[in-house]
């Protein structure tokens, strides 16, 4: 139940970032096909937001989000390890902003 929630809360928060239908219209037979707003067809349609970034699906958000690493450099020649956060990409600071978490510095 806990994980459909956060599913649910983190589609809803993200919806500027995928394709998800922020406004989708009323249905008045719940079992009849799914109609699309006309926002969500632009969305479709252009691939990218007003400011030329690209949309993601849900999952593809998330694979995105998975390449925000920490690495571990070790110059060569030395034992000295200094750990490093890759460079988070706008999308990957809209996606944090937009749940209200600031990006993590250290990860665990």
């Known amino acids: 139940m806990l994980a459909c929630y ?36 632009a969305k479709a349609s252009r691939q990218h937001d007003e400011h030329g970034r690209p949309r993601y699906s849900f999952g593809g958000l998330l694979d995105h989000l998975a390449t925000l690493t920490h ?26 902003e937009l749940i209200g978490v600031p990006i993590p510095l250290t990860l665990r």
């Open 6 to 41: 956060l599913i649910w809360h983190l589609r809803r928060a993200w919806a500027p970032l995928t394709y998800t239908d922020e406004n989708p219209p009323r249905r008045g037979n719940p079992v009849g096909p799914a109609t699309r707003s006309p926002g969500a067809r």
């Open 71 to 96: 690495n571990d450099v070790r110059f060569n020649g030395t034992t000295a390890t200094i750990p490093m956060l890759t460079e988070p990409t706008p999308a990957q600071r809209q996606a944090f």
